[in-house]
Structure formats: structure tokens, C-alpha cells
């Protein structure tokens, strides 16, 4: 069954504009699980210009759904997650300059960089996961270096779905669905789990909450965006009906068409 990954950086992002306390994301990771979300994303960035380090370390003694630590494959990075033992650790790519992650990680130019950071983790017992483009040629590189999980990156499907009219039937949604799907397919054939995010909100996700196999979706600018009007909890409920109902509707096509 699918399952929702709440980002709750962007709680951290309105603590650290006045350099306070509050709002304090334990707390919103909380909210976040009575609303039914399945585990919890927070990315430790080089920067620190969100979640800060003692966050890290509260989630990890205070939740109890799994925690996904997004990080650079760096020594750094690798080095705090080993002694924090998340359930997930997921590499992506990483800019001082950029508002939020802007594309996948290039595993390809990388192979030998990441297959030691992703040694390292697995070796400790931490599920690995690797942000990327979904191309084929970085879902084979993923398969290489030894990567357990792949989330492939929606961002281009998200901002068509809002330049190009909404509808999932227009050529250009659909040929960025189609990309996503076929990346999901050879991630499944390789034997890696097939996860998805960035961009997804309220209007675009059910198109790829009903891909075949697709295993997690990790959303938060949304969620935290529709919070700020309904509250955590409900608006962590009302996105996980979507996913699941997309979901359930798609299992069912597929079944009724043998």
C-alpha cells in the first residue's frame, strides 16, 4: 500500500526567519503521524538554513514512524548519519545557491564517490536511498553503487501539470508521467523500491500515486503550505486520501484488465 513521507523542513524554515524557537518540528512531526503520515523527511543541509543538527537528534529520540535523512554524500553527512541510525538515509544533490533541490543526483559522473558513502550506511544496517532525474542510464548507476531505494525526482512532471493546463491528458503531461513510469518500472526490474517526489501537491499527485509499484511519496511544501490554513493534521489526512484513492482506483483498472 502506498505510503506519505511528510516533509517538515519548511516548519524549521519559519522558526529560523526570526531565530527562535518555535514552531518546533518535533511537534509538527507529531501532528504530521496523528494525521496519518508514514514516516518523516527532514534534509540536514551543509548550510543549516532549516533543520539544525539538535533537530535531527530530537526526531530521532522523539518519533516514533520512520525517519528519512535527506544529505549530500558527504564525509560530514555520512558521519552523522551513522551515529543517528535513521531507517532511511536518502542522498541528493546539493547547492548553497538553490531554493529548494533542482534536480537529481548524477550518480553517473559520481559512481565511485556515492558507492562508498552508500557502503558506509549500508554497512551500519541503514536503508539507502538516491534522488534522481528519472533517466535510465541513473537508475542503472543507482543499481551499481548498491542503492536499496530510488526516488525519482517529479519536479518537471509538477511543473508541467501547472504550465501546461492541468490536464493530465495534454502531450506534455502526459510524456513526463510516462517518464516517471517507465523509470519506476526499470527501478522495480532491477530490484530497487520505487519511491517518488518534489513538486507534488493537492491537484498533481493521484497521477503518480496510481503508477504501478510506486511505494512512497515524500511531499512537504504543500502540506505545509495547506496547514497554515487547516492545520497540520488534517491537511497530512486529506493528501494520504488522495494517494490512497488514486492508488486503489489504478490497482483496480489494472485488475479488471487481467
Request: with cysteine.
Amino acid at each position: 500500500m502506498i505510503e506519505l513521507g511528510v516533509n517538515i523542513d519548511h516548519v524549521a524554515t519559519l522558526r529560523q526567519v526570526r531565530r527562535t524557537y518555535e514552531p518546533d518540528p518535533v511537534w509538527a512531526a507529531v501532528e504530521a503521524h496523528l494525521g496519518g503520515a508514514d514516516g518523516i523527511t527532514v534534509h540536514l543541509r551543509e548550510d543549516r538554513r532549516h533543520i539544525q543538527d539538535a533537530d535531527v537528534r530530537r526526531l530521532r529520540e522523539q518519533t516514533h514512524i520512520k525517519l528519512n535523512l535527506e544529505m549530500a554524500a558527504t564525509a560530514e553527512m555520512v558521519d552523522i548519519a551513522l551515529a543517528l541510525k535513521p531507517e532511511m538515509a536518502m542522498l541528493v544533490p546539493e547547492g548553497r545557491h538553490e531554493i529548494t533541490t533542482e534536480g537529481g543526483l548524477d550518480i553517473v559522473s559520481q559512481e565511485a564517490a556515492i558507492g562508498a558513502a552508500i557502503g558506509r550506511l549500508v554497512d551500519a544496517g541503514i536503508t539507502t536511498s538516491v534522488f534522481i532525474d528519472a533517466e535510465p542510464a541513473q537508475v542503472e548507476a543507482a543499481a551499481r553503487v548498491g542503492a536499496s531505494v530510488c526516488e525519482l525526482h517529479t519536479g518537471p512532471y509538477a511543473e508541467a501539470f501547472h504550465r501546461d493546463g492541468r490536464d493530465v491528458d495534454s502531450p506534455a503531461i502526459r510524456r513526463e508521467i510516462d517518464r516517471v513510469a517507465e523509470a519506476g518500472r526499470l527501478i522495480q526490474q532491477a530490484g530497487m523500491r520505487f519511491n517518488a517526489g518534489h513538486g507534488l501537491n493537492y491537484f498533481n499527485v493521484q497521477p503518480i500515486a496510481a503508477l504501478p509499484g510506486v511505494r512512497e511519496l515524500h511531499i512537504g511544501h504543500a502540506i505545509v503550505s495547506r496547514a497554515v490554513f487547516v492545520g497540520l493534521r488534517e491537511a497530512v489526512a486529506s493528501l494520504k486520501a488522495l494517494m490512497r484513492e488514486a492508488a486503489a482506483d489504478a490497482q483496480q483498472r489494472r485488475l479488471l484488465r487481467g
